[in-house]
Each structure stands twice: as C-alpha cells, then as structure tokens.
RNA sequence: GCGGGCGUAGUCCAACGGUUAGAGACAGAGGACUUAAAAUCCUUCCAGUGUGGGUUCGACUCCCACCGCCCGUACCA
C-alpha cells in the first residue's frame, strides 16, 4: 500500500497556487475581484526575530482557514503577510556580531518568508513589505509632517530612564533594580523633550467607541476601557490654617467628594512640592522622602500594602465645615502623578486610608450606611459599588437615600454652585510618546534650526533615510555621531542646521500597516479608493498580549488618518473583529542540579533530550538519570519545552502541524503541543488519503443498494451544514471534530450498488472541499485523484441541501415527571395534539397513570414529549 | 483588592434548557492480519458534569453563594 507522502506534494501544490497566482489579489478592476464582496483577513504581522514559532503556526493557520473559506465562498478575499521589521533586538545583534541591524533583519526576513511559505499559507505575497523598507516609512514621515500641521502632534518634556554608560533610553522594562539590564549602571532619571501623539485628545472617543466593537472579546473592551479610566472627580482646595512654602492652600483631588463628612486627614506625596518645600527644612520630612524614593525603586511587592506616614504638623481647615481642622500628612502611598498629588483621607470608606487612620490613630467617621443599617466601621471600610443604594449621615448638600453615583453627581454640582471646587473629567490615559534615542526605527523628519526651531521637512526630500555606514562598537545612538547625517539645511531659512536624531516608536510603525496592504506601492500612505474598499479589517487575529497598546494606538492612528484624508471616517475603527487566540504549550522536562559553586538549581531538558519509559516517567537519554514533568507551559527557550515547526513540517509535513494546532483545543484557549497529538494528526491526514485513493479507484458497482446510501448523504449534508457554522464562528475544534466524523462514515461506508457509488462519491468530495482551509495540501492532492482537472483553491464551497438536514420521521422521547419512559416515532411536523395524544396512547404512560389524568404534557416539537403527573 | 475566564472520563474537548451526558481526538486494554515488526483494521474499559442552594415539567446549560485554577490589572484617591 502507498502512503501519502507530504514532502513531495505539499511544495507541489504550492508552486502550482503561486503559478497562477491563486491567492494575489486582484484590484485593478479588470478581475472578478472587484465585483464580488470584500473580506479583509489579517493576522498580526511577525517580528522578524529568526524562526517561526510555534504560535506563530498557530496564528496564521487559523486567519488561513478562514482565508481559504471566505475565498471559496465567494469573497473577494484580502489576506497580506508584512514584517515588523523596526525594533531594538536588531540593534542588540548588530553590537553583537559587530554588523548592521538591517543585514540582520533582512536575512532574518528571508528566513521566516520561507518557512511561513512551507506552511502553505493562502497570503498575496505580491503585497509583502517590512516597515523598516524606506518605501513605507517614507509614507509614515510624510503623514507625521501631516499630523503635525493637524496640531495631532506637540513637543514636551517627559522623565526618562537614562543609562549613563550605554549613553541611551531604557525602556521600563529594561531597568532592573535601579540598573540599566545591559550595563549594571545605576539609571537616571532624565527630562529630554520628545514628541507626542495627543491620544488623549481621543479618549472620550476612543472610549465612547468601544461599544460599537460588538465583533470584539468583551475582555479587551474592558482592558481597553480600563485603560483609558475616565473618572468624574472634582479639585477641591483645603485652605492652610497658616500659610507654609508659600501656600494657602492644598488642591486635592477626589472622585468620592460625597464622602467629604468622612474626611480626617490631608495626605500628600513625599514628592509634593509642600513636602519639598518642607524637607529643606525638617530633617525627619527629609529622611522619609528620601526612604519613599528608595523603596520606589527596590521591589515594591515586598512591603506593599504597608501604609506609611508622618504628620507634618501643619493643619487645613475642612471646607464644608470650616471650624473644623485636618492635620496633614505625608503619606507614601499617594502618587505624584495622579490628579494632584493631595488626598483627602475618607477611612470610612477607603480601606487604604482606615489602614492608616488606625495606624496612626486618626478619626474615623461615616458619610453614609447600608439602607437598615447604622453600625459604624471597624476595621473594614464600607466600600459599596457606585450603583449601590446608601443612606447618607446628614449630608451637608441635603442628599439623603440614593445610589453612590447620584450622591457623587450631587456633590460635586452643590460644590461647585458653593464655588468650593472645580468638578473635572480626568482620563488614566496619557499622551502617547513617540520619541527614541536609537538608530533601527524610522527617523522623526524635523529639522532644528538655529533660528526657526523645530521645523518639519519638506516632503519633497523624504524619505529621511537611516545612513548605512554606522558602527554599534560604541554606546549612544550612532545618529548622533555620525559625521555628517545630521548636517542639513533649514527647509524654511535655508541655513545650516541640524536634523532630529530620534527615531519613533515602532508602535508608530504597526498602527497603520494594515492600511498600507491595501495599496503597498502608492506613493502616498494610502490610496484613498483601495483603503476606502478593503477597510475595515474585517477579521483580525492575534494574541492577548496587545490587547491594549497596539489596538489602542492604531485605532487612534485611524482616527488621525481619517483626519488627515489618508482614510475616510468609516475607518476610524480599523478592526471590526478580533480574535485573540491562545498560546501554545508544552511539558517540561527538569530536574535540580548542584552547580559547582554547591547551588542547587532547576535544570531543563529539550524534548528530545528525554525519553518517556512509562505513564509520567521520563528519564534522561544521557544519563538514564530520572527527570521530573514540570507544568505544562508557554512554550519558551528558558524552560525548554520549545517545538521548531520546521522539525515537524520536515517529519510530517505542514498540513500535520496545521491540523493539530487546530485540533481540540478551542482556538481562544490554550494548547498543549504532545508527541502523541502531532503523530495522531498524521495518521488521521494518510487515512483520508487512504479512503480517498480507495474510494477514488472504486469499481462501478451494479444492483440496488439500500438506505445505506441515503444515509451516507444525509450525513455529508449535515457535516457540510455544520463545518460551514462551525468555522465562521471560529470553532476550529468542533469542525476539526465534524470532519473526524465525516471519515469514519465514509470508512463505514461498505454499502454497493450506484446510489452508494454516486452517495459515496459526494461523500468524499465533501471532504476534500471541506478540509481544504486546514489542510490544503492533501486536498488538491485527493482532489486530482479524484479525477478533477481543476484546484481546490479554485472550487466553490460546497452546499448543504436543506432537504437532507431534516428527518422525515422523528423518535421523541416521552417522559413521565421527567424520566424517560417510552419512544414514539412521528412524522416531523405532526402537530402537538396528535403528538400528545400518541404519547398518552403508549402502554408505559397509561401504566403510570393508572386511569389518573395528567396534570401537564409538555410537547417540544421534534424534541421530547413530558407528562405531568 | 478589582475585572475577566475556566472547572464534564486518565488527558484534551463536545452536548439550541430536553432522550440513558458523548460528536471527536489522545492515552490504555484485548483481538485480527504478519515469520516478526511497522502500518492498518476491529472490539473495549472508564465519568454523571468542583461544592451547596434556587428557578423549572425538565439544569452540564439559567440565578445565588462558596471552593479551586488561569489570565489581566492596581497604592488611580
């Protein structure tokens, strides 16, 4: 018997697609294309780190199945493949290997191109491009000169982390402990002015906006939402009983001014500039700031929760109640940088400010109870949802019993008609800043001019190319250095100047690629008529870990786009579906060594470093020494358990690693890689194979035949129904399982005679066409055995016929209370009456009710039959 | 703390509020074929849905509480 071998049909099936061009997409208007309807697909584009992962596999075979099934549905589809190409681990090799960050990521480009082709991907590789290509980020200068004239953009000083050694910008993530992770110096903090997108310009629509995202996971709604935290508060100034530093007053910040009667105690940050004034002067203010800026950069997980403080001695009166006063204090736990860097402390009803009024033996007073209650707090704050109803203590505006939002909206209007504070809006979401010290990302096109400023560069000399010959031999960014790159002209005077030697922000170069598909070699960022008929997105796929950030930003850059003329308004919400999918995982294989300075370690095998000699017991093949299975985790280098799709496209072929990856597991979950899975997938793929070649050379067969056949095509429907459901709502899993089903009733199959040849015949090509989105290769292949002269890329998909998804006759079930007693078999659309009274008609039901009559008979057409007694 | 999600066979997963919880896969057991092995085929074991209430004629499914696990997020005033 001959066996399917992958390695030889999948690259031939691929050079075929791409002979013809199977999957570019046509827009020039002479296609089809153009008058069927649209379908944008798109996964996120890869970072051109070296190899494809596993997740990556993942990824891109669940955006191709539904590629693939929307183009044989009739969809004109759009489905592109591009490289985030800018980005700091070029930088890091190009120090390494003492060479070029472009060299790098090229070769790295070329690399990955490939191996994503071996997956068969349905992708226009015609429209490929990498955001570090001058082409592209020629268009991202000339729309920043654009956004600037919009006034989307501003200048202004921001704190950075500054490593003194390497001479550059650290990330917050870069610093660890206090120090630069590359160079072990101790980071500054630094105030360099940078440029920035005015996001924050767009929060109250950007988050208005999210709820017309009903194709999106609520859980990214909500991160989003969170993230820019709108908040309705008010700035209330707490007037100083005797002026300090030159101040009368303290200007708090609150979202809770309902709970004003509750208020004890000022608290400000250790940075507040009270509590700098105050250090120069007070040693024991002095020390605790000093001890809050070091616990700030240590591990601040390790003594959270411990609210700390100190009194300053200084007093404000309580603005409602003006004969009463409230010490201030300094406390720690209150952040310079949110609202004012003042609190009023509220116990009652802040567990953070009880923990410190009982740390420090400050008043603690309700502003309100729950409705029948009246017991005052104790050690737990009285802390209700705003959408609760309380009854407030003789609340200085007059508001009794209502809910804490009404009480907080009724506050904050008395107030401000006393003229005691200012209500205001505040937004968590900051401007977002573009602006980095590095050489590998696209340049900011401004010139700085001795006598002009900060003046934007023509667009006729763009694109402000990277110059090639630079070195990473030497800390800083070699922009700055370079002999003569930043040497220009003032594009407005004419005179020497200097260019801008910061690149952006790579997030810049991802908020916007997917515009760029539509039309990849404009000359202009976009072309108005393709973006304007492929956006937006209709579908996109990625993972969970950008769920803020990079939505966040590009469905502001749509919102600038649009205002700019490079998109119209129907675009501003760039996405109009998103999955997240899951990560891919694997055992771990580990076991605890002593290194030789005597400390005991956690030590990790590769998978093929061990050996599995029994149910959970695996072994070390070096040593035969016994290794412990750890958690089954995200496959990473640290612990591992990684799987090299080339590995297993060389061993089984691509279709195999498509298959299982979306086998089982629902694609929005995890999914755990095994040896076992992969190899099951395998043997499923060569037994289609199998029962296809089989089916394909089967003999004509005279006689009759029986149901057998009519089965079989009832079946064929069925699956051809639910696949088609079950892939358009993203359950890879369950069509994966639909399609097991499939093979085994056709492997069942053993009735003759030419109904069943012709019913077996629609079986298998049902399969052939249905399995297509996930394993394309072996499709086309059974496709030509089955004597077709044309591609399955190039077939429509199949069709259920409705006739055969209903049954004629139907079994129902009748219970009596709810246990099954007895069947009837009744036409499909028997009325309830007949129905009832076969049901009551049947021996077990009148045994059961033994003359009685029931008090109910529940009649669930096509369902179950209950009788009530 | 807060927000979101998930608890069903040894494992991964199915099940419009409806039959005796099972579509599918992995693993296990037995058998057939074979000189043998691989491959293939056949047969088969195993759970009553995390716990406790409630709603309902009927609950894996809806509601409430609790337990466990996962993810996100936070001194946000």
């Known amino acids: 018997m001959t066996r399917y071998d992958a390695g030889q049909a999948e690259p031939k099936w691929r050079k075929a697609w791409a002979d013809k061009g199977c999957f570019e997409t046509d827009t020039d208007g002479d296609s089809a294309d153009t008058e069927?309807?649209?379908?944008?697909?798109?996964?996120?584009?890869?970072?051109?780190?070296?190899?494809?992962?596993?997740?990556?596999?993942?990824?891109?075979?669940?955006?191709?199945?539904?590629?693939?099934?929307?183009?044989?549905?009739?969809?004109?589809?759009?489905?592109?493949?591009?490289?985030?190409?800018?980005?700091?681990?070029a930088e890091n090799a190009a120090m390494e290997r003492n060479s070029h960050p472009a060299k790098w990521t090229y070769a790295n480009i070329d690399a990955m191109r490939e191996q994503l082709k071996a997956m068969g991907l349905a992708i226009d590789w015609s429209r490929e491009f990498a955001t570090c290509d001058p082409e592209y980020y020629a268009q991202q200068q000339s729309m920043f000169i654009d956004f600037l004239d919009a006034d989307l953009l501003t200048r202004k000083e921001a704190v950075v982390n500054w490593d003194p050694v390497d001479m550059t910008v650290l990330a917050n993530e870069q610093v660890i402990d206090g120090r630069g992770w590359r160079s072990g110096a101790t980071v500054e903090k630094r105030a360099l002015t940078q440029w920035f997108f005015r996001i924050t310009d767009f929060a109250e629509e950007l988050l208005a906006d999210i709820d017309t995202l009903d194709g999106w996971p609520e859980k990214v709604r909500v991160m989003q939402r969170n993230w820019i935290g709108k908040s309705r508060g008010i700035e209330i100034p707490f007037a100083l009983t005797e002026s300090s530093a030159g101040m009368d007053a303290i200007l708090c910040y609150t979202t809770r001014p309902d709970t004003l009667r509750g208020a004890s105690f000022i608290a400000i940050s250790p940075e507040h500039p009270l509590s700098i004034a105050l250090s120069e002067t007070d040693?024991?203010?002095?020390?605790?700031?000093?001890?809050?800026?070091?616990?700030?950069?240590?591990?601040?997980?390790?003594?959270?929760?411990?609210?700390r403080g100190i009194n300053t001695g200084l007093s404000v009166a309580h603005p409602v109640y003006p004969d009463q006063t409230l010490p201030v204090w300094i406390g720690n736990f209150v952040l310079m940088d949110y609202g004012t860097g003042a609190v009023f402390g509220c116990p009652a009803h802040d567990q953070r400010d009880l923990d410190f009024a009982r740390k420090y033996d400050l008043?603690?007073?309700?502003?309100?109870?729950?409705?029948?209650?009246?017991?005052?707090?104790?050690?737990?704050?009285?802390v209700p949802t705003k959408a609760e109803t309380v009854v407030y203590v003789d609340h200085f505006a007059g508001i009794g019993t209502t809910t804490s939002q009404e009480g907080i909206d009724r506050t904050i209007d008395w107030m401000e008609a006393q003229d005691m504070g200012k209500g205001q809006v505040r937004y968590r979401l900051r401007d977002w800043g573009v602006s980095r010290q590095r050489y590998w990302g696209c340049p900011i096109p401004v010139v700085h001019c001795p006598d002009c400023g900060v003046v934007p560069e023509r667009k006729e000399n763009l694109p402000i190319t990277l110059p090639e010959d630079v070195t990473f031999d030497r800390p800083g960014n070699p922009l700055e250095r370079h002999p003569s790159w930043k040497n220009t002209m003032c594009p407005d005077c004419g005179k020497q100047a200097q260019r801008e030697t910061d690149t952006m922000d790579t997030f810049v170069d991802s908020s916007w690629y997917f515009a760029r598909f539509c039309s990849p070699r404009a000359e202009t960022p976009t072309n108005r008529a393709e973006v304007d008929r492929w956006l937006p997105v209709d579908q996109y796929i990625g993972g969970i870990e950008h769920a803020i950030l990079h939505l966040l930003y590009s469905r502001f850059f749509a919102r600038a786009m649009a205002k700019t003329g490079h998109l119209s308004e129907a675009s501003v919400e760039p996405f109009k579906a998103l999955f997240t999918q899951g990560m891919v995982t694997?055992?771990?294989?580990?076991?605890?060594?002593?290194?030789?300075?005597?400390?005991?370690?956690e030590v990790f095998f590769t998978p093929e470093e061990v050996t599995r000699v029994g149910e959970g017991v695996w072994t070390l093949k070096a040593d035969g020494g016994p290794v412990t299975t750890g958690g089954i985790v995200k496959m990473s280098k640290s612990k591992r358990n990684v799987i090299d799709p080339d590995d297993i496209i060389a061993r089984y072929g691509a279709d195999t690693a498509r298959w299982f990856m979306l086998s089982d597991s629902p694609p929005e979950r995890d999914v755990e890689w095994t040896e076992a899975g992969a190899e099951g997938a395998a043997r499923h793929l060569q037994r289609v194979w199998r029962l296809i070649s089989e089916a394909a050379e089967r003999a004509p067969q005279g006689g009759d035949g029986d149901n057998a056949a009519e089965d079989l095509r009832k079946i064929t429907h069925r699956a051809i129904q639910a696949i088609t459901d079950d892939i358009a709502a993203f359950r890879f899993n369950k069509a994966v399982a639909q399609l097991y089903g499939l093979t085994n009733a056709i492997a069942g199959f053993k009735a003759t005679g030419k109904a069943a040849d012709a019913a077996l015949r629609e079986a298998v090509n049902a399969l052939t066409l249905l399995m297509a989105p996930m394993t394309p290769h072996l499709a086309e292949e059974c496709w030509a055995m089955l004597g077709h002269k044309t591609m399955v890329v190039e077939t429509d998909w199949p069709v259920a016929d409705p006739a055969l998804l209903v049954d004629d006759l139907v079994i129902l079930p009748v219970q009596v209370n709810g246990k099954k007693r007895a069947e009837i078999q009744v036409a499909a659309d028997e009325s309830r009456d007949k129905v009832e009274a076969m049901a009551l008609a049947e021996e077990a039901v009148v045994k059961l009710l033994a003359g009685a009559s029931p008090k109910k008979v529940i009649v669930v057409p096509g369902r179950i039959v209950n009788v009530v007694m």
């Open 586 to 601: 694997h055992e771990t294989y580990s076991r605890l060594e002593k290194s030789d300075e005597g400390v005991e370690r």
């Open 36 to 89: 069927r309807p649209k379908y944008y697909v798109l996964e996120m584009f890869p970072y051109p780190s070296g190899r494809i992962h596993m997740g990556h596999v993942r990824n891109y075979a669940m955006g191709d199945v539904i590629a693939r099934a929307k183009r044989a549905q009739g969809f004109a589809v759009l489905h592109p493949m591009g490289w985030d190409a800018f980005g700091m681990p």
């Open 283 to 307: 040693e024991t203010v002095a020390a605790f700031r000093e001890e809050c800026r070091l616990a700030g950069t240590s591990e601040e997980a390790l003594e959270k929760a411990e609210k």
């Open 363 to 382: 008043p603690v007073a309700n502003a309100f109870h729950m409705p029948g209650e009246s017991e005052d707090v104790g050690t737990e704050a009285l």
